[in-house]
């Protein structure tokens, strides 16, 4: 048994194993894939602190910003912790090896991004998130902590109403395997692969611990916000990181006219981008007036991303571009100390909602949350494993029933092809639960999530072996998105206004009654949603 098992390997659980491991404990870290290729590396703009290296900023300016951003729906303890810890977590990765770019005199660089008053993100070139992630990985390594990769979560492990460890198929052999600890920490990244091919995301991200989560007992809340980042490469929903814009890159329409403020915030420059090409207008990210030699010292990946992606290099020519699916900011109910409703349980990063995002997350703060939430869950969960008693739940009846369950799932022969209602699914989701929504087309989902959920038992994988089955996975994880999608749009329904990322035609203005977060729980074996009491 464990002291801390931590369910996912991005910056997060990287964080989290590190400050559990300095704590004293005994800790596992579990990924679906493995460290290097999770989400965190995307987040390439950087990372916020009030540094003050090349700008005047304080922390009381971040914290206005973040909480201008949020539109009412941020927790401000929470933000002003996130913000006050934000120069301790910095100089913590600038000590432990973070290759960050270097003003001449050789402080950290910093660069402004959207919704900042100030030059706040702390960068290296545009592989900010990555080097961050390949660093934390580096010192888990030295740290001894042992990694366990090519795992998909099952469930959660419950005994006596408390977390007691999870469950796991390991996708290289088939088999079903438990976990046994006394804290579970999860850090399962986002599920913005609800909208398929027009997401920034890597297709991992499909909310698998939301969706364990919620079947545990946990709360879910404000999962209807989800932010759209407005430079998505027009064909293959790449992200070119707004580092290109804060650099000073223009948004131009097809008559070469810019029409809008680039440092807008996310859900402003998104929605402008989208009106253009609604009036049937392509939209470009120029960039070429930086010249070459700035491009390939400050932006070298977002050349090469739109060079193999788009056929186009930015150095010569725009770059086509559309808004796509990025981060959601809803997530799995936590407290101060990053635990959920389930005692034992603790959740961080992108797939926990620490209420410091609202309705829509200010750039430059997802990195940092990862890195001061992830210290705050490590610590809280040794902690909690020092008092805890050992597991409570029966875990080979566990394993037998799981194994059991996919056994069927490999056995029955398909009527129904997934795939297509994945993919359909994810159009409609970028349609009309995207950044315009309307009451009679979130009912339209709604109907059709409601039919597909009717159809799994007709639904299942087509290749029937038990090892390697990534077809196995991707049917997994179809279920998990489809229970997740009913949550979103359900949200979307009952917040009849417009607020930050969520935007209704129908209501487009913000009310007052609706500065409430939504919350979702199993309650009678149904998913109850509607505004927190």
Not at 84 to 92: E, V, Y
Not at 162 to 172: H, K, N, Q, T
Not at 401 to 413: C, I, M, N, S, T
Request: glycine residues 10%; aromatic residues 6%; charged residues 25%.
């Amino acid at each position: 048994m464990y002291d801390v098992l931590i369910v996912g390997g991005g910056g997060a659980g990287l964080t989290a194993a590190l400050a559990a491991a300095e704590s004293g404990a005994d800790v596992l870290l579990v990924g679906k894939s493995y460290p290097t290729r999770s989400q965190t590396c995307m987040a390439q703009g950087g990372i916020n602190a009030a540094l003050g290296n090349v700008d005047d900023d304080s922390v009381e300016k971040h914290v206005a910003d973040t909480l201008k951003s949020a539109q009412g729906l941020a927790d401000a303890a929470a933000v002003e912790t996130l913000c006050r810890s934000g120069i301790d977590a910095l100089h913590w990765l600038d000590a432990v090896g973070v290759p960050f770019s270097r003003t001449a005199d050789a402080k950290i660089a910093q660069r402004r991004l959207g919704g900042a008053s100030a030059k706040r993100a702390c960068y290296a070139q545009d592989y900010s998130g990555l080097k961050i992630l390949h660093t934390l990985y580096d010192q888990c390594n030295r740290a001894g902590i042992r990694m366990l990769n090519e795992r998909f979560l099952l469930d959660i492990l419950v005994g006596n109403g408390r977390a007691v460890g999870a469950l796991f198929l390991d996708i290289r052999s088939g088999n079903v395997e438990a976990v046994e600890a006394r804290s579970v920490i999860l850090a399962t990244g986002g599920y913005s692969r609800l909208y398929g091919r027009y997401s920034t995301n890597a297709a991992g991200s499909t909310g698998d611990g939301h969706a364990a989560a919620l079947r545990a007992g946990a709360r879910l809340s404000d999962m209807e916000f989800v932010q759209f980042h407005p430079t998505g490469l027009a064909r293959s929903s790449i992200l070119i990181s707004e580092s290109a814009r804060g650099a000073g890159g223009h948004l131009l329409n097809g008559k070469g006219e810019r029409f809008v403020d680039e440092l807008l915030p996310r859900d402003v420059v998104a929605r402008a981008i989208h009106e253009q090409i609604e009036a049937g207008e392509e939209v470009f990210l120029d960039i070429r007036h930086l010249g070459e030699a700035f491009i390939d010292e400050e932006l070298p990946q977002e050349r090469k991303l739109a060079k193999l992606y788009e056929g186009v290099d930015p150095v010569t020519d725009p770059m086509p571009i559309k808004p796509v699916a990025h981060y959601t900011m809803g997530g799995i109910e936590v407290g101060s100390d990053s635990q959920t409703a389930v005692p034992g349980l603790f959740a961080v990063g992108e797939c926990a909602n620490h209420r410091v995002h609202g309705a829509n997350r200010l750039g430059g703060n997802s990195l940092l949350e990862l890195i001061v939430f992830g210290k705050e869950a490590g610590r809280s969960a040794a902690g909690y494993a020092e008092r805890a008693a050992g597991t409570a739940a029966d875990t080979k009846a566990a394993v037998e029933r799981a194994a059991a369950e996919l056994d069927a799932l490999r056995a029955r022969k398909p009527e129904t092809d997934f795939y297509a209602a994945r993919d359909d699914i994810a159009a409609a989701f970028y349609r009309n639960v995207g950044l315009v929504r309307h009451g009679d087309a979130l009912h339209d989902v709604l109907e059709k999530i409601e039919a597909l959920t009717r159809q799994l038992p007709q639904m299942g994988t087509k290749d029937g072996k038990k090892t390697y089955n990534t077809n196995l996975v991707e049917f997994l994880e179809f279920r998990n998105l489809l229970a997740l999608a009913g949550v979103v749009v359900q949200g979307a329904l009952w917040r009849e206004e417009s607020r930050g990322a969520h935007y209704r035609s129908d209501f487009p203005a913000a009310e007052e009654r609706f500065a409430r977060h939504t919350v979702s729980y199993r309650k009678e074996g149904t998913v109850w949603i509607g505004p927190a009491e």
